[in-house]
């Protein structure tokens, strides 16, 4: 399938791609969400978390994805809540989820947590019961997951496609403008940087019958200066920048600062971001000769194996990152007064 790619600036995209049927739906949940929120004075993050697919076909059998758990969205937005945050949870669908998150893996697995007690005579039906040695972790994440449903403060939203979270993420930006630096935005969501326009996409499953199949996908167009610039004015705005090559991660997210002009970019390896992140903003200086602005990079580690060592539970590395853009967030919020 040879085609000529196209250059897609974010307006383009949105004048020659389709909306996902369920968006104006969930556009009024989100504004509903995020007024009753403003009314009552609290701060909402939108945590974006898990990989976006890439269809092939428009009737899609096949489809390109990554790797993207959602590990780093849902383990956040549990601490962003736990914070006194409201929290707009929107993940790739069956990713991981906020408090479910801890009994969805294959290593932790909800059933060999429930005992059956045997019943007490004939006519009375068995009883489930929690393992014992389970149930002090168990009450403390129902706990939370019931206290956060009675206050009202997660809201979800779900995407599978790319083409369905740049839609999200536009509409759920803009319904955030209204809060102004109350809102803010942080983007761990692996999106794809390549599509294949609905345009350009075979109606049916590509056939196998001839051969090779080459397929030239376009550029997902970079929609963070859109964001930044038009969308949510004020919004305090943290994207992510994941690299495999460590040397990497520093320029890139450098870059990153001074293209979109956002707040902060969070720098993390594939394979040590569970323990190791660099936070990367801009800072200015000032000296005899005036003002300069140059780059803040503050790393933050946790020591995985001492604390397992130790018997204490895995700690998590979001509860650091999450305290640390609270901490900036506030600050952000009182500078505007
Ligand atoms: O889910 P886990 O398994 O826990 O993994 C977490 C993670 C490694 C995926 C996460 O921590 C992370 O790094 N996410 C960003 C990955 C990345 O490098 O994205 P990027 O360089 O393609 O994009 C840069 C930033 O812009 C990201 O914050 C991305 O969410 C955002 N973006 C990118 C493209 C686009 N069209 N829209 C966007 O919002």
Redesign the pocket.
């Known amino acids: 399938m040879h085609t000529e790619p196209t250059t897609f600036s974010a307006e383009s995209y949105f004048a020659t791609q389709p909306p996902p049927p369920t968006l104006q739906d969930d556009v009024d949940q989100v504004r509903k969400f995020v007024e009753k929120h403003a009314r009552e004075g609290r701060s909402v993050v939108l945590v974006?978390?898990?990989?976006t697919t890439v269809p092939l076909e428009l009737n899609v059998v096949r489809f390109l994805d990554n790797?993207?758990?959602?590990?780093?969205?849902a383990t956040s937005a549990e601490y962003f809540l736990k914070a006194g945050y409201a929290v707009i949870f929107m993940h790739r669908q069956f990713?991981?989820q906020p408090y479910s998150r801890h009994y969805s893996h294959s290593t932790n697995p909800f059933l060999d947590f429930l005992d059956i007690d045997p019943p007490e005579n004939e006519a009375v039906p068995p009883r489930i019961s929690v393992t014992p040695n389970k149930r002090t972790d168990l009450l403390q994440v129902l706990a939370a997951y019931k206290k956060v449903h009675e206050l009202g403060t997660l809201h979800s939203l779900t995407f599978v496609t790319?083409n369905d979270?740049?839609w999200l993420?536009r509409a759920v930006s803009q319904e955030m403008a209204i809060l102004k630096r109350k809102a803010m935005f942080y983007?761990?969501?692996?999106?794809?940087?390549f599509f294949l326009p609905q345009q350009k996409m075979s109606e049916h499953k590509i056939q196998s019958g001839k051969g090779n199949l080459s397929i030239e996908m376009d550029q997902?167009?970079?929609?963070?200066k859109p964001?930044v610039d038009e969308w949510t004015p004020g919004g305090y705005i943290i994207?992510?920048?994941?690299?495999t090559d460590q040397n990497l991660l520093l320029p890139?997210a450098r870059q990153?600062l001074e293209r979109y002009g956002h707040q902060v970019v969070?720098g993390?390896d594939?394979h040590r971001?569970k323990f190791e992140v660099v936070f990367v903003s801009k800072e200015r200086a000032k000296d005899g000769s005036g003002v300069s602005d140059s780059f803040a990079e503050d790393w933050l580690r946790i020591d995985l194996h001492n604390n397992v060592a130790a018997g204490f539970a895995e700690k998590e590395i979001e509860e650091d990152i999450v305290a640390e853009l609270v901490k900036r967030h506030s600050n952000w919020i009182e500078n505007s007064r």
């Open positions: 974006t978390s898990g990989g790797f993207s758990a959602g590990t780093r969205g990713s991981l790319v979270y740049l993420l983007l761990a969501a692996a999106v794809s940087d997902v167009p970079k929609i963070l964001l994207s992510f920048k994941l690299e890139k990153a969070i993390n594939l971001r």
